[in-house]
């Protein structure tokens, strides 16, 4: 049985109706058809699809980084779909973090710059960004590693830089495309241990988007999308615990599985596959 969906609460991001259609006529692409969706303060949106089910498209829209083609996306009440591009930019610099797959750090830079980049691009002085990024990076457990560049950091350590960077704005919300895709299982699991609790103790929204179940449960709601649509969501239960480290598996019971979100039939779109 699914859970129950929890009391409306208020909304921080939305969309309304919103389409992304790529090209003309009959060989045009509809990445999103339609697309309703609200994500409350502090909440964890797991957006979960197969390739070319339009999450990706989705997240783009979210952040501000495309504009649709028509509907609205609402970041706190303001349609951000109809700023122009430098607003957007400056929204997604003050009040929007970001965590990539690769981490897209600067290799040149060591890790205390690079998650000090945001507020330094936002007129803080270095000495000050970096100080606060420092902060960051400690409640990480990156501590002493402050002037170690990329390529002296795991992976696991990489992200870790990339979360400290995303959340050392003290954004609204944190957007993760494929956080854990270049990682392996075990790794993989710290880091989003890591994103969801920090994620949570700054009070930041966080809207993951992953085509892996095991990533998804970390989240309180999961959202699945076809060709274009949200076609189910899943609640997690009152009082839901993350998956378990792989490395206590064999010696905890696992947490328990997460039910697939329900399908809907989403109806044919002319033209191509969503992206």
């Known amino acids: 049985m699914q859970p129950t969906p929890p009391p409306p609460a208020p909304v921080l991001?939305?969309?309304?109706?919103?389409q992304m259609v790529y090209g003309t006529g009959p060989t045009a692409t509809h990445a999103l058809a339609g697309v309703d969706l609200s994500i409350a303060p502090a909440e964890s949106v797991a957006i979960m699809g197969p390739s070319g089910s339009g999450k990706t498209t989705l997240l783009h829209c979210l952040a501000g980084i495309v504009r649709p083609t028509s509907g609205?996306?609402?970041?706190?009440?303001?349609?951000?779909?109809?700023?122009?591009?430098?607003?957007?930019?400056?929204?997604?610099?003050?009040?929007?973090?970001f965590v990539f797959q690769s981490g897209q750090l600067l290799p040149e830079l060591?890790?205390?710059?690079?998650?000090?980049?945001?507020?330094?691009?936002?007129?803080?002085?270095?000495?000050?960004?970096v100080a606060?990024?420092?902060?960051?990076?400690?409640?990480?457990?990156?501590?002493?590693?402050?002037?170690?560049?990329?390529?002296?950091?795991?992976?696991?350590?990489?992200?870790?830089v990339a979360i400290a960077r995303a959340l050392v704005g003290s954004p609204g919300v944190i957007f993760a495309d494929e956080p854990t895709g270049a990682l392996d299982q075990t790794t993989g699991a710290e880091v989003?241990?890591?994103?969801?609790?920090?994620?949570?103790?700054?009070?930041?929204?966080?809207?993951?988007?992953?085509?892996?179940?095991?990533?998804?449960?970390?989240?309180?709601?999961?959202?699945?999308?076809?060709?274009?649509?949200?076609?189910?969501?899943?609640?997690a239960p009152a009082?839901?615990?993350?998956?378990?480290?792989?490395?206590?598996?064999?010696t905890a019971p696992s947490a328990p599985q997460a039910p697939a979100p329900q399908q809907a039939p989403a109806p044919q779109q002319p033209g191509g596959q969503a992206r």
Not at 13 to 18: G, H, I, K, N
Request: charged share 20%; aromatic share 4%; glycine share 10%.
């Open 13 to 18: 991001l939305a969309t309304r109706s919103l």
């Open 72 to 97: 609205s996306v609402l970041w706190r009440e303001q349609d951000i779909a109809s700023l122009k591009d430098t607003q957007r930019t400056a929204l997604r610099r003050s009040d929007f973090g």
């Open 110 to 129: 060591p890790a205390v710059e690079n998650a000090a980049l945001p507020l330094m691009l936002g007129g803080m002085p270095r000495a000050q960004a």
């Open 132 to 160: 606060t990024a420092a902060v960051r990076l400690g409640e990480l457990g990156l501590a002493g590693m402050e002037d170690r560049r990329p390529g002296e950091l795991s992976g696991g350590q990489a992200q870790r």
């Open 192 to 235: 989003m241990a890591v994103l969801t609790q920090a994620a949570a103790r700054s009070g930041a929204a966080l809207v993951v988007v992953t085509h892996d179940p095991t990533v998804a449960r970390w989240c309180s709601r999961t959202v699945a999308m076809r060709d274009g649509l949200v076609s189910g969501e899943f609640y």
């Open 239 to 250: 009082g839901h615990q993350p998956p378990a480290p792989a490395t206590q598996q064999a």
